[in-house]
């Protein structure tokens, strides 16, 4: 039986993007998937284009007059084009277009409706409320955002979210169902990493060093547990962030037990982490998605056999208590969290681990790979 050809189109790049690599891994095997995005994915089987590849003159022209809409805080932005996406749909027979940004859902929705194409929107987050934390967003961007949701959410053969509390939002907001694919890392089978009863207990936290994350609440953490424990934190400075980090990193320097680590590839992540005792998160509601944020971390966590100490996020929390994975903070403070990773011992922390283990057989990018590949193909059959 032939099969089915599918376009993954996303501004990403592709070669470490988690959420746009586990949906390849889930598609590839029973269908022809093309990319087109920012950078080539990891898997060379994909048939790739660049995205920008897909613009005309025009496009660009569209692209500066956005900067110069939002730079006013015009409330309506000009949806930026790529005029020759609809030349590789017909020239690669593409049956079903998957997107990322709600900014391509007037993009995709003209393809369908001429093509007659299956449109598949696979958010990351909820993106109407995306940086409601700075100024001026929610009355420029927030509004543009709301308004595609409104007017072009029904109009897709499938939503797909990822967590629960932004499915029910979308439902109660747009009544637009979803379906719920969370960020599950892939499953590994590395082994529990059981540390010395003499040793320091070692805790880590990885992931984007960005100011809205307040990493200097997890700094304060370790400052607060002192000399018998050590937290690490993986991740780097870039031009984006380099003044934050470059503020955390003065601020480490009286601290004896904290350090920053260099990230490692994405394959990489879970083999590296599994050495340590404790994932640590504190995550500030100071958003929707923050406050209903279920992200990559967690079940790189689970699957590095960790024991986990986290803020009482809804979503984090729902995971971390179900599996009975660690311990959630009774508020967003450092010093409450501090007090829950104190009443923990090694032989605590080893229960926790276990039953990381376990859960780790279940939250995992393969179980969600089968829900999410069913999906897809009744759409297409």
Same mark, same amino acid.
């Given at each position: 039986?032939? +099969? $089915? *050809?599918? /376009? %993954?189109?996303? @501004? ?7 959420? &746009?690599?586990?949906? !390849? ?47 006013? +805080? $015009? *409330?309506? /932005? %000009?949806?930026? @084009? ?7 749909? &017909?020239?690669?027979? !593409? ?287």
């Amino acid at each position: 039986m032939k +099969k $089915a *050809n599918i /376009l %993954v189109f996303s @501004k990403r790049p592709f070669h470490n993007s988690p959420r &746009i690599i586990r949906e !390849i891994e889930a598609l590839k095997n029973e269908f022809n998937v093309y990319a087109v995005g920012e950078t080539e994915p990891s898997d060379n089987s994909i048939t790739f284009e660049n995205i920008y590849n897909q613009r005309t003159i025009f496009d660009k022209v569209i692209n500066s007059i956005n900067y110069y809409l939002l730079k006013f +805080k $015009a *409330n309506n /932005l %000009v949806i930026p @084009k790529f005029s020759k996406l609809k030349k590789f749909i &017909i020239k690669n027979n !593409i049956t079903l277009l998957i997107i990322h940004e709600p900014i391509f859902l007037p993009l995709a929705i003209d393809i369908k409706r001429q093509y007659n194409v299956k449109v598949v929107f696979n958010a990351h987050e909820y993106h109407p409320l995306e940086f409601e934390d700075q100024a001026g967003w929610l009355d420029t961007i927030g509004i543009v955002y709301d308004g595609l949701y409104r007017n072009y959410l029904s109009k897709l053969d499938l939503l797909v979210n990822v967590c629960n509390g932004i499915a029910h939002k979308c439902l109660k907001e747009y009544n637009v169902p979803s379906i719920v694919i969370p960020n599950a890392a892939f499953y590994s089978e590395t082994p529990i990493h059981y540390a010395e009863s003499s040793s320091n207990i070692k805790m880590i936290y990885h992931g984007a060093i960005l100011e809205s994350r307040k990493i200097e609440d997890m700094i304060k953490v370790a400052e607060i547990l002192g000399e018998n424990y050590v937290l690490d934190i993986m991740g780097t400075g870039t031009d984006y962030n380099k003044e934050y980090f470059q503020k955390l990193s003065n601020s480490i320097v009286e601290i004896p037990n904290v350090f920053f680590r260099k990230p490692v590839p994405f394959e990489e992540i879970v083999s590296t982490i599994n050495k340590y005792d404790l994932g640590i998160y504190i995550l500030a509601p100071n958003g929707f998605n923050n406050e209903y944020a279920l992200p990559n971390k967690i079940f790189e966590y689970i699957q590095a056999k960790l024991a986990i100490a986290i803020s009482p996020s809804k979503e984090m929390r729902n995971i971390v208590e179900k599996y009975n994975l660690g311990v959630v903070a009774d508020d967003f403070s450092p010093e409450s969290l501090a007090d829950k990773i104190k009443s923990l011992t090694k032989e605590k922390i080893a229960i926790f681990k276990k039953n990381s283990e376990k859960a780790s057989k279940i939250e995992n990018a393969e179980k969600y790979k089968e829900f999410y590949l069913s999906s897809i193909k009744k759409l297409i059959n």
